[in-house]
């Protein structure tokens, strides 16, 4: 068996060799099984002529392969080694154009130097059996040796050559509905019966540059941002029950979304780089991490975390420690149609409405908590620094500190006009099967320098505990705090349509067990309290919680092709008087929040998926909940289909 892997093995560094006539070898051999594992490189090695089987026409797989046999084939494959020519010279005259010739033979195909390097140790054992089939071993070496050089010459000049590369995005989404409703987004009446089709399609090209630095530029020309309302890093578009907040009646944005240089940058530790111009950042959940506002379409470039910026970038490392320092803008990254900035972060909540989930901030941070209000962070300077752990499994530090600012009045927050974000994280395997992860952020809101702005109840932490147990069950653990004042532009998660919430404290779960390879259960729970009593300034009281509860499925169907069932229920208990409630002592409420999804991804090739999706969604907020219909039950229904393409 050794053996015969080491034959097909072979076939690997073989591939610069030109296919012969190959007269000695049959169309195909009698004996051969196209469902073979083995099939695709026993037929390149005979369309090429090195294997030519035995005179019957059978290839006869099952024979073990002696070493003469063996050589036999090295010869074949050593003496048919095309040298690929060198560059070209200059170009002389033009000459008349002649007939059109016959398709001559294909050409060498890929060759690496470890194949290359396989080659030659191949020749050095079998030296002695090729001699005797009169190889001469010198001339042999000399071909190996030039067809290295010229290999090592094209990966060369391929590296020099600017990459072309992109995705392309279509997205069609239907709601059907009776009445007013709320989506798992916060949208109110998003649709209503509607359709919208959305787009995006970025171009980029990546090139070397002579002296080790590289060059990244990336265009973007879609409608959908101008379909969520304009800005990708916080939704503006969450107005009142009286219309439709998305349309793909828009015009389409082109936009340069990346352009980035570059380059070593030797002046601290090593592997020191300087990256200048428009690239995209983010550091921790906690800290700095653009929210996903829309999760009804998966859209590349959007998704990825990361706010796009202006400015520059330095890292470098002082023995194990990792440092990163940025300093940037955000609100000159525009396009050519809409209005205002593409992706500025927010720092801050809502600050108007009388309700729980009113006001024009809904989906950023909901809670109405009047005269703290909210600031767009329009500039930005980070230092971030990272150290891996090495001793038991392995593991990570990292610590991040950011200043934000906004550059003018009309963007600044109540009562303030900059956040000092101040973070850390650490994840550590503790042992084979047990994972251990932790955050931390306090955000600190002033005026100027020195004059601090609500200096309390503005911390977060989040840690978590993960275990793979044996039998395919997997467990999370955790206990998730965050102050209602805590004030950073991170992405910490959601609960329903609420994203990122403040006030909030409590434990969460989560499981999964793999009934058998294609098919696993996950089942979860987030039980949430108010984390500060804030029942008389427009938050939760003590008395009030939230248990989220989720279920899923998942079916892989075929390699390419898996089908997912989802359902989060949100229960809520509101009790007690509150500032934006009339409810007596003792009183309560329960507003309720039901999404079931209902999914399915095919990958169409390697690079191409489509994914389709039907959702209903169940909302009754008992008149205290911003919904579509006041005091009624909202029922949506909400259709989507979506493919990209990555090239």
Known sequence: MRKVLTFLGVSLCLAGVVPAMAQQAPDMFKDQDKDHWAYEAMESLRSKGIVVGYPDGYFRGRRTLTRYEFAVALDRALKKINVIPGPAGSQGPAGGRGDRGDTGPQGPVGVSQEELATLRRLMQEFSDELKALGNNMAAANRRVDALAKDVADIKAQLARMPRIYGQAFVGMRSDNVNGGYVDKDGRINPLRNNQAVVH???????????????????????????????????????????????????????????????????????????????????????????????????????????????????????????????????????????????????????????????????????????????????????????????????????????????????????????????????SAKLMDRLTASADWGKSITHNGRFSTVNPHQNNAFNVNFGYNASGGLTLNAGYRYIDPLFYAPGYWGRVGNWVNPTNVQGPTFRAGYALMPKLGLTAGGDFIQAARGRANVGGMGHDDDIKRILMGLRWDVAKSFQTTIDWEGDFWTIQGPHSWASLAPGASVHPTEHYVRIGTGYHLTENTLLKLMYEIGVFDGLGLLSEGSTGRTNTSNVFTAQAAVKF
Do not use: C
Not at 295 to 316: E, L, Q, S
Not at 320 to 326: D, Y
Not at 394 to 400: E, F, L, N, V, W
């Open 200 to 426: 995006l399609f970025d171009l980029g090209v990546a090139a070397n540059i002579a002296g080790g630095a590289t060059l990244n530029a990336e265009m973007i020309f879609d409608n959908y941002r101008n379909y969520l309302g304009g800005n990708l890093g916080r939704n503006p578009a969450l107005s009142s029950a009286s219309g439709p907040t998305l349309s793909s009646s828009v015009g389409a944005d082109t936009r340069l979304h990346r352009l980035e240089i570059t380059t070593p940058f030797g002046a601290v530790g090593r592997d020191g780089k300087l990256v200048l111009g428009r690239f995209g950042e983010r550091m921790s959940h906690l800290t700095l991490w653009k929210p996903d506002f829309d999760t009804y379409f998966d859209v590349p470039t959007v998704d990825d975390g990361m706010y796009t910026m202006d400015g520059a970038k330095a890292t470098a490392k002082v023995g194990s420690l990792g440092i990163e320092l940025v300093g940037s803008q955000t609100s000159s990254y525009r396009g050519v149609s809409g209005t205002g900035d593409v992706n500025s972060p927010l720092a801050g909540t809502s600050g108007s409405g009388t309700g729980l989930f009113t006001g024009t901030g809904l989906v950023n941070k909901p809670i109405a908590q009047p005269g703290q209000g909210q600031m767009i962070v329009d500039q930005l300077l980070g230092l971030r620094f990272g150290l891996p752990i090495h001793q038991m499994n392995g593991g990570h530090i990292g610590a991040t500190a950011l200043e934000l600012a906004s550059k003018s009045s009309s963007t600044s927050g109540a009562g303030f006009n900059g956040v000092t974000v101040l973070g850390a994280d650490a």
